[in-house]
């Protein structure tokens, strides 16, 4: 068997239609899905980011990676599919990111802890308990799936004011 390489993935950007829409429910883990989730940590890494979603990689699937050491720590890696919060609790404000919304960053208000549940790539159903930065990137991962960027957590002025930034940011790269 060829030697496994590493797979990078293109990060779709803010304006793609995949990223505004609910992703399809995983049925089965088999090869391609186990594939992609390797393609998608391997993606995640090189950005480098602590989480990624499929609808990211122009995938409208269920599937999420997240990683909070960025590869350092082994077990730190999670892949999930059909991830659900089942409980949220606290509040807690923070300023995010996103690789599909380039050079923009804004306070989000998330919960502080929450329980999620969904499938390893063993189809083995799987419970995290998260609190503070890891409850904050799993929920910005599952709002992918749901269709929600983080900015859709801002006020409309706010929102507004960015959409115009990243379109002004687009017409210049056009001029390049
Ligand atoms: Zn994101």
Known sequence: MAEKENT???????????LTQKSEKIKDIDQEIR???QGMVQTMYAAPGIGLAAPQVDRGIQLITIDLSVGEKSNDLIILANPEILHQEGE???EEGCLSVPGVNEKVTRPYRIVVKGIDLDGKERIF????LLARVFCHEIDHINGKLFIDH??????SLIRKKLQKQREKDEFK
């Open 154 to 159: 801002l006020s409309p002025l706010k929102k």
């Open 35 to 37: 594939e992609l989730a």
């Open 129 to 132: 308990e998260a609190d503070n």
């Open 92 to 94: 807690s404000v923070l």
């Open 8 to 18: 990078i993935l293109e990060i779709v950007t803010i304006g793609n239609p995949v």
